[in-house]
């Protein structure tokens, strides 16, 4: 049996866009392994492929629609219950990014655990790969909003976006952005 299984998630705050949870559990060594927003967008690419050929994993999605009706916390719950349960099979050792378990039982946290445990790393760069990669999918669908650049996040170029077309699908409307409440 393998000894851990590295759990993060990508999208916890964007404005739109899913939720991405990834577990990933380590085969082989992988070089240049750090958390995803420390590595250029083109080492990133390059390292999910390498982790993907080397790695057991699991990725799970949870939509801007799932996110309204269900809350953050309960997708993200939902989330790392689907990876141990996917990969209970190759350890009973789970570690996720973080200060909290989110009640999981049998899971570990530790703060910064992205930029200090290898199987986390692997797990923040399948996790950011895998909702920037869906973001620039629909970018092509929802061609108002440059989500392949801005990918969801409530950057000021997001916020006039919305102020001008209003919300798409993708968009999570239980979430309040002052911006659009000051005028």
């Known amino acids: 049996m393998f000894s851990l299984c590295g759990i993060d998630e990508a999208g916890r705050g964007p404005l739109a866009g899913p939720l991405c949870v990834a577990g990933v559990i380590i085969n082989e ?36 629609k799932q996110i309204d009706s269900l809350g953050l916390s309960f997708c993200l719950k939902t989330s790392i219950e689907e990876i141990m349960n ?36 692997a797990a923040s760069i399948l996790a950011k790969v895998s909702r920037d990669r869906y973001m620039y999918l629909i970018s092509k669908q929802y061609s108002k909003y440059t989500f392949s650049k801005h990918k969801g996040y409530g950057t000021k170029k997001h916020i006039e976006e919305i102020k001008k077309f ?4 993708e968009h999570r409307l239980s979430y309040k952005i002052k911006a659009l409440h000051l005028e």
């Not at 958390?35 to 801007?64: G, M, P």
């Not at 973080?98 to 655990?113: C, D, R």
């Open 166 to 169: 209003g919300f798409c699908k």
């Open 86 to 121: 996917t990969l209970k099979n190759k350890t009973n050792h789970f570690l996720i990014d973080g200060n909290t378990s989110f009640g999981v039982k049998n899971l570990e946290f530790k703060i910064k655990a992205d930029a200090s445990v290898l199987e986390v790393s």
């Open 29 to 64: 060594a992988i070089i240049g392994l750090n958390d995803s927003k420390k590595l250029s967008e083109n080492k990133r690419e390059i390292l999910f492929d390498t982790i993907k050929k080397n790695c057991f994993y699991h990725i799970v999605f949870k939509s801007a």
